[in-house]
């Protein structure tokens, strides 16, 4: 009893008073409050996000980061302080760094070079800003279909697409104006980077279309919820259906993380920035609130592109992959308990914050990457998207068709028998043409450093006489 | 053009055309090439918006993507290619065959707007039933794409076919 | 939209489209003779995709209608596939012609040899 009260106090009904209220609007009224409802809270997370990635990094190599900010002890002695108050030590953890900084870079002189072309240096960061605002216009964040996403619209993930490939201008036309060789540099590497890891994230993305057969961001989210790879028997109908657990979904994820990583420019893909060869790349002539501008956007659109991959892969609004639905009709001796579950997974008004956990262990794995790995060489960036990625996407096209047709026209699992058979004839065929290609590729030598247990080996020292080196 | 009554839609049409136009000045009057490109981002973009009016959302949306998104980007880089290559801007010089060009192209223009304009001034759309609607959707475009243009969308694969490897070819110093 | 003739839609790709010309005929930049293409091609988009709604009008039969909906906007398709394929190779010849001469301006293409 006191499960069913709890249930229907965090249920989120669409018959409710505000989505008649909402749904009685002029639609851009509607849009609106969507926007303000939804896009902006996402936007607010910019600066824990940040202090996040600072804390988290520092605590991978070892070190304290900021952890100040924000820390108040009130005075012991002082008149002022109420008594209560006296001798309490609050702490934040730093949280409040971000915004120290931010603080910081509005007050900084905002210094103009002055062989900059004037008109697009001050557009550039509006630009750099504008796809991460306008990128979830198009992702539903719950359940309530009044409320989110902004537009429901048949062509939303092709809308995601568009606005991602407008984040090139931002950086290219930054390091155009800037009148700088670094810069300029920097938006040169930019775009082509964009252009050659965009093809490989359609690619990935296309494989979820097909898989579902709709355009609609909303639509991928209900096709998650069917049982896992359609399977209609016992183990397999508890569980849902999310993309990343299918074999060709899984492959496609990962495609789309790495090229979320590089059209964002977070490390190990940042070369547009490389300090160490381009000064700081696009953004080098860049001071005060417009650098800060540039940053904000960054942070945005890796948390954006977050939650993109968590509604287009694992599941969006739902915590775990399990169908207490199904269940509670399957199993009604636990009904109840099932339903309640059910609830609690998806369907109360958690569902946002479900999607902004996925969203932020995303980002998580960024830093995480950013800690581990490296910096790429420009060829090995371009190597691994033209000739890695985009390969992978489509072999992974090719096996999404095959299991659409064989579980169309057979059974689902005749479906994932036809995945493993196309899947390995494809992966034979790679390595038969890796073997064509080994012998001829006149690659430079990768420098081996040994580090354990060689002995030192002597170097033949060639001496010269004195008398004939003078003759 | 008397009986043209002013809705909110026109003059929203009014807007978003006259910036097309504007911006379509812009691309031939800036001797700035970086210029000229933003001009044509922006009147590329402004166009896909008329599409959405003219209920092709699906092709306004394609627009976006390969247009301002792929087009226009190519465009942007082989500009700044040239530029960090040294090279200085083409200098533009207004001789008596410009100016010829410029009366030209308004000749061209008052002979064209003169002789079709007029008929076509007083047709207006015709509201589409829902059903029609969604022929502007992806779906209705897909199907017809492989159904009865089947042929010509083949002939375009290979012609892009053709473009990758020519401009592979093009591009490369030695293959 | 409601209101918006259909002269109106023409007009403007009629604009877009003698801009186009002119500046294909008065620039010396290649790149920027490409882009006046592009303009060229644009308008003729909009003209395609104007023609397809607007026509509609004049159809009965439902069939009809959707036929002419259709061949508009297959049109777009197979134009911007074209613009898009004559985009990658024309800007490679632009690269392929400065690398061997370090000079782009059109009115000194003037001969068919490198």
Redesign the interface.
């Known amino acids: 009893m006191a499960g069913a009260t709890l249930r229907k106090a965090i249920q989120v009904n669409s018959n409710l008073q505000m989505a008649d209220f909402i749904q009685h609007l002029h639609p851009a009224l509607q849009a609106l409050i969507r926007v303000v409802l939804f896009v902006m809270p996402s936007l607010m997370l910019v600066p824990g996000i940040i202090w996040w990635e600072r804390r988290l990094l520092s605590w991978m190599q070892d070190r304290i980061g900021p952890n100040r900010v924000g820390n108040i002890t009130f005075s012991r002695t002082s008149r002022f302080v109420p008594s209560f108050l006296q001798g309490k030590k609050f702490r934040l953890f730093g949280l409040l760094q971000p915004i120290a900084d931010g603080m910081k870079l509005f007050f900084k002189e905002d210094i103009t070079p002055s062989a900059v072309d004037k008109v697009i240096y001050f557009v550039a960061p509006a630009l750099a800003l504008f796809p991460a605002f306008a990128l979830g216009g198009t992702i539903p964040w719950g359940p309530y279909g009044f409320l989110t996403p902004v537009a429901d619209v048949n062509i939303g993930v092709l809308y995601i697409m568009a606005i991602s490939s407008l984040g090139v201008y931002g950086i290219v036309l930054a390091g155009y104006a800037s009148d700088n060789k670094f810069s300029l540099m920097g938006g040169l590497r930019s775009s082509a980077q964009l252009i050659s890891y965009e093809l490989a994230m359609g690619m990935s993305v296309a494989c979820i279309v097909m898989a579902t057969g709709s355009l609609k961001p909303s639509d991928m989210v209900t096709a998650q919820r069917g049982a896992l790879w359609g399977l209609d028997f016992a183990p397999f109908t508890w569980i849902e259906n999310w993309n990343i657990l299918t074999p060709y979904g899984l492959v496609a994820a990962i495609v789309f993380g790495v090229c979320m990583i590089a059209e964002t420019n977070r490390p190990p893909f940042d070369l547009p920035e490389a300090e160490n060869e381009l000064v700081a790349g696009y953004h080098t002539e860049y001071s005060s609130m417009k650098f800060a501008v540039f940053f904000m956007g960054e942070y945005a659109a890796m948390f954006v592109y977050g939650v993109i991959l968590c509604t287009l892969f694992i599941g969006s609004w739902h915590l775990l992959p399990i169908r207490f639905a199904f269940m509670a009709k399957q199993y009604p001796a636990f009904g109840d308990v099932w339903n309640m579950l059910d609830t609690l997974n998806g369907s109360s008004i958690l569902a946002p914050v479900f999607v902004v956990l996925k969203a932020v262990a995303v980002v998580t794995t960024y830093i995480w990457v950013r800690a581990t790995l490296p910096r790429l060489r420009y060829d090995q960036l371009m190597s691994l998207g033209w000739k890695s990625l985009l390969p992978l996407a489509v072999a992974n096209l090719v096996v999404v068709a095959i299991w659409i047709v064989a579980s169309r026209v057979a059974s689902p699992i005749m479906g994932l028998a036809a995945v493993a058979v196309s899947g390995a004839i494809l992966y034979a065929l790679y390595k038969a043409i890796n073997k064509i290609n080994v012998h001829e590729r006149p690659n430079f030598a990768s420098r081996e450093v040994l580090m354990v247990d060689e002995p030192p080996q002597t170097r033949e020292v060639e001496l010269v006489e004195p008398a004939a080196a003078a003759s | 053009m008397g009986g043209v009554t002013v809705t909110p839609e026109l003059l929203l049409f009014g807007g978003v055309a006259g910036a097309a136009a504007l911006c379509a000045v812009g691309v031939v009057a800036f001797n700035n090439a970086i210029r000229s490109a933003l001009c044509l981002v922006v009147n590329f973009f402004l166009l896909a918006f008329l599409y959405f009016t003219l209920n092709a959302e699906m092709m306004g949306i394609t627009q976006v993507v390969v247009y301002t998104g792929a087009i226009m980007v190519l465009f942007l880089f082989v500009i700044m290619l040239l530029n960090l290559g040294g090279l200085k801007l083409v200098t533009e010089k207004f001789d008596y065959k410009r100016y010829a060009g410029i009366l030209l192209g308004c000749g061209l223009f008052v002979v064209l707007g003169s002789q079709i304009l007029p008929s076509l001034a007083t047709i207006q759309a015709r509201q589409l039933s829902p059903d029609l609607a969604k022929f502007g959707g992806p779906e209705a475009i897909g199907r017809t794409l492989f159904t009865s243009y089947v042929y010509p969308f083949e002939a375009v694969s290979v012609l892009l076919l053709v473009g990758i490897v020519g401009s592979i070819l093009l591009a490369k110093r030695r293959l | 939209?409601?209101?918006?003739?259909?002269?109106?839609?023409?007009?403007?790709g009629?604009?877009?489209f003698?801009?186009?010309?002119?500046?294909v005929?008065?620039?010396?930049?290649p790149?920027?003779v490409?882009?006046?293409i592009?303009?060229m091609l644009?308008a003729v988009?909009?003209t395609f995709?104007?023609f397809?709604?607007?026509q509609?009008?004049t159809y009965k039969s439902?069939v009809h209608?959707?036929q002419s909906?259709?061949a508009?906007?297959?049109m777009?398709?197979?134009v911007?596939?074209?613009?898009?394929?004559?985009?990658?190779?024309g800007?490679?010849?632009?690269?392929?012609i400065?690398?061997l001469r370090?000079?782009?301006?059109?009115d000194e293409m003037n001969v068919l040899r490198g």
Do not use: S
């Open positions: 939209m409601n209101g918006v003739p259909l002269a109106a839609y023409i007009g403007l009629m604009f877009m003698t801009t186009g010309v002119v500046g005929v008065i620039r010396r930049n790149i920027v490409f882009m006046c592009e303009l644009n988009n909009l995709l104007t397809a709604r607007y509609m009008a439902q209608m959707e909906l259709m508009g906007q297959m777009v398709i197979f911007m596939a074209v613009a898009a394929a004559e985009v990658a190779v800007l490679g010849i632009i690269m392929a400065y690398r370090d000079n782009v301006d059109i």
